[in-house]
């Protein structure tokens, strides 16, 4: 089956540093990635939609120079939380749709980022 | 952007009980629609899926879904939960491009021996 591995799954920073995440798909490529956001017990927020060779799509809300996206393959999305605050401390989590064709996206196992 | 809601936020049952979680959404146009759970310290899995065809939709481990577009909602079901059940789970909509892809709220299932 398709699948979507995600690095790291745990991060500890210190405030005003910076932290990529890596979203890979290992036997597909993907055209389109999702970065979502999930808060304790609440739903996965998408932050934005990524194609490869372009830029990211925004969801209103989301601070692009503060959650950058690079798309620059179609096996891999990058998320870098860019001076990073205690509030940024959440789970991230990336998707992503296979280019052969479907609309069904396949999820990452998560990144839990945490700011000191 | 399209909304999804689920208004069971936190289910508790006995097993073998009958689960229902409702989900609805709100997009004129045509749409995909999914039931994704959670487990505890795991990653989303897929449910089920509908993309077009029969509106009842069944998925892995026993859950099924039925389509209503009239109502705009794609409720889960179960028969007879089972503790291994206890999960979060998430209903999930995007459009026919697949380009946008969004959650509900989540429902935390708690299922009692």
């Known amino acids: 089956g398709a699948v979507v591995s995600q690095h790291p799954s745990r991060v500890i920073c210190k405030s005003g540093t910076s932290v990529k995440i890596e979203c890979r798909s290992l036997?597909?490529?993907?055209?389109?990635m999702f970065w979502y956001r999930q808060f304790p017990k609440k739903s996965l927020m998408l932050m934005a939609t990524?194609?490869?060779?372009?830029?990211?799509?925004?969801e209103q809300g989301v601070e692009k120079d503060k959650f950058l996206i690079n798309h620059a393959s179609l096996t891999l999305s990058t998320l870098t939380v860019t001076s990073a605050h205690p509030e940024d401390s959440s789970f991230y989590i990336c998707?992503?749709?296979?280019?052969?064709?479907?609309?069904?996206?396949?999820f990452g196992q998560g990144t839990r980022l945490t700011v000191v | 952007a399209q909304s999804v809601s689920q208004h069971n936020h936190h289910v508790i049952l006995s097993e073998a009980a009958s689960l229902e979680l409702g989900c609805n959404y709100s997009y004129g146009g045509t749409v995909n629609l999914f039931w994704y759970v959670q487990y505890p310290g795991q990653h989303l899995q897929l449910l089920l899926k509908?993309?077009?065809?029969?509106?009842l939709v069944k998925g892995i481990k026993g859950f099924e879904a039925e389509f209503i577009k009239s109502k705009f909602s794609f409720n889960l079901r179960k028969p007879s939960v089972q503790w291994s059940d206890t999960a979060e789970y998430f209903c999930?909509?995007?459009?026919?491009?697949?380009?946008?892809?969004?959650f509900g709220t989540g429902t935390s299932l708690t299922v009692i021996p």
């Open positions: 999930a909509v995007n459009d026919y491009t697949g380009n946008q892809f969004y």
């Open positions: 990524s194609n490869e060779g372009s830029k990211a799509t925004y």
């Open positions: 036997d597909f490529q993907a055209t389109t």
């Open positions: 509908y993309f077009s065809g029969d509106p």
């Open positions: 998707s992503a749709r296979d280019s052969r064709g479907g609309t069904e996206a396949f």
